[in-house]
């Protein structure tokens, strides 16, 4: 399938008006022959693309002492501390904006209930909730892996939209990130990628490319 991805980025990049901003390029997904009423028919995974999303992406570490400050020379965009759990769990509208805007949650896995308690009802409903991590952890690596990672789910349709790279990176490369997400398909499907409807590849803002 990997040609017929391949036309399809090229066709998608091709169509799509200039914008002043470098737009993601994303692939859709239609799986037939899947009740999504039923909950074992719906997953919510992260799939690891090999080359990367192309754009950055906004994650926090919430944190406290050596792992907050170890986080911060890591690069993380923003360091969460157990006063500003609290402040965030009383401004209800500040967290929302702060759940919005950022990609990834890490949390220090014993600062994890008071995340619950401020956080997660803000958190929760966005699928969002942080992966907890040792205090002891470098966070470097942590960062580098969810630099390159997408969530990849289906939820009440039985439709599947992710990034895949952005519309820079050269063809080849995105269509190897697409086959990745399919791989998702291949694990949690009855019959993996054979499940397909139907499959584009489109920028943020353009017109859709059909693959199959």
Known sequence: MNQEILEAVKKAKS????????????VVINIKD?????????FDEEVFLPNGRGKGIKIAFIADGELAVQAKNAGADLVITKEDLEDLGKNRKKAKKMANEYTFFVAQADMMPQV??????????????????????????????????????????????????????????IADNVEAVLGILDRKLEKGRNQIKSMYIK??????????
Do not use: Y
């Open 15 to 26: 169509e799509s008006r200039p914008r002043n901003f470098t737009q993601s390029m994303d």
């Open 34 to 42: 899947l009740d999504v009423k039923k909950p074992e028919n719906r």
């Open 116 to 173: 619950g308690r401020f956080l997660g009802p803000v958190l929760g409903p966005r699928k969002k909730m942080p992966k907890p991590v040792p205090a002891t952890i470098k966070p470097d690596p942590i960062m580098e892996r969810l630099n390159n990672t997408v969530k990849v789910r289906i939820k009440d349709q039985p439709v599947i939209q992710a990034i895949v790279g952005s519309q820079d990176m050269e063809d080849e490369v």
């Open 203 to 212: 920028t943020t803002m353009g017109p859709v490319a059909r693959v199959i």
